[in-house]
C-alpha cells in the first residue's frame, strides 16, 4: 500500500510549460505516474510530452479529472495557483516553489484547513509512493517498494536515506518530503499518524533538522500514539546559533531548536537515534519485525 497517493492518482501540473514543469512532468510520466493534465494561462489548448495544457485549474480538473496538483510556478505567482488547486478540491497540492513569502503561505494553508484539503510544502521535493506515484521532483532510480515510510524536511537527505534502503533490499512504501519552510502544509505528525496506519509502512523513518519544534511535536506524538519503530536522524548538529543552514525554517533561537533537545525528545519518546545518516538503515534492519 501507500499513502496520500498510489496508481489511481490523477496528477496536473502548474506551471507545465516552464523549464522545471516541463522536465520534471517527463520524469514522473517515466515513473509511471498519471500525469493527466497541465495548466499555464494563455496556453491552453497545447501539450507538453503529450499532456494536454489548460489556461485554468478548473477547466482542466472538469475535462481530464485530476485530483491532485503539483505546482512549478515562481514564487510570487505560487499563492494564487496553490489556491485555485484548493478551490477545484485537488489533494494533495504539492507546492515545489521556493522562496514564497511566509504570509502567502500562511493563506495557502488556512484555506486548505478550510476545505479539509492538504498541502505538502512548500519548498520542498514531494512525494513519492514506490512503484505506484510519483509527485514532484525525487529521483526515480532511487526507489523500490518496500516496508518503510520516510518522512523528512531534507531533499537531500531524503535522497540518501532512500538510495540506502533500496539498495540494502528493505525498499519504502511512501517517502513524503515536508519542506524547510518556517510554514508548511504537512507535518511530522500528520506523515506519522498516515504511516501508522498504513498496514503495509513497518516502520518509519523520521529525518529533521535544526530550528523550530517539529520534532519535538513529532516526539511527543511517537510516544502517545506510534506502535512501529521509529528510526530518526537530526541533521545541523553543529550549526551554530542564529545561522540558517540551508532552509528557511532551520534556525536556533535561543534555545529552541537545538539538535540536542530534538534528540532528546526523540530518544525519550521511544525513537532510535542515529548519530549518522549511514546509521539509519542498519538500524532499520535490526527494528524490522
Do not use: W
Request: aromatic share 4%; charged share 15%; with cysteine.
Amino acid at each position: 500500500m501507500a499513502v496520500l497517493i498510489d496508481e489511481n492518482t490523477r496528477v496536473l501540473v502548474q506551471g507545465i510549460t516552464g523549464y522545471q514543469g516541463e522536465f520534471h512532468t517527463k520524469q514522473m510520466l517515466a515513473f509511471g505516474a498519471k500525469v493527466v493534465a497541465g495548466t499555464s494561462p494563455g496556453k491552453g489548448g497545447t501539450r507538453v510530452h503529450d499532456v494536454p495544457v489548460f489556461d485554468t485549474v478548473a477547466e482542466a480538473a472538469v475535462e481530464t479529472g485530476a485530483n491532485a496538483s503539483c505546482i512549478f510556478v515562481p514564487a510570487r505567482f505560487a499563492m494564487d495557483a496553490a489556491l485555485e488547486a484548493i478551490a477545484a478540491r485537488l489533494s494533495p497540492v504539492v507546492v515545489i516553489t521556493e522562496h514564497i513569502p511566509v504570509q502567502d503561505a500562511i493563506q495557502v494553508m488556512t484555506y486548505a484547513r478550510q476545505k479539509g484539503l492538504r498541502v505538502i510544502g512548500p519548498n520542498c521535493p514531494g512525494i513519492t509512493s514506490a512503484g505506484k506515484a510519483k509527485i514532484g521532483i525525487m529521483p526515480n532510480h532511487l526507489f523500490r517498494p518496500g516496508r518503510v515510510g520516510v518522512v523528512s524536511r531534507s531533499g537531500t537527505l531524503t535522497y540518501e536515506i532512500v538510495a540506502a534502503l533500496t539498495q540494502a533490499g528493505i525498499g519504502e512504501t511512501t517517502a513524503i518530503g515536508l519542506g524547510g519552510d518556517p510554514v508548511i502544509g504537512t507535518t511530522f505528525v500528520d506523515a506519522l499518524e498516515l504511516f501508522q496506519k498504513d498496514p503495509a509502512t513497518e516502520a518509519i523513518v523520521l529525518i529533521g533538522e535544526i530550528g523550530g519544534s517539529a520534532e519535538e511535536t513529532a516526539a511527543a506524538y511517537i510516544k502517545a500514539r506510534v506502535t512501529k519503530p521509529v528510526v530518526a536522524y537530526v541533521a545541523g548538529r553543529t550549526a551554530p546559533p542564529g545561522k540558517r543552514m540551508g532552509h528557511a525554517g532551520a534556525v536556533i533561537a535561543g534555545t529552541e531548536g537545538t539538535a540536542a533537545s530534538k534528540v532528546e525528545a526523540l530518544s525519550a519518546a521511544g525513537a532510535v537515534v542515529a548519530e549518522l545518516p549511514g546509521q539509519v538503515v542498519g538500524l532499520v534492519k535490526a527494528h524490522l519485525r
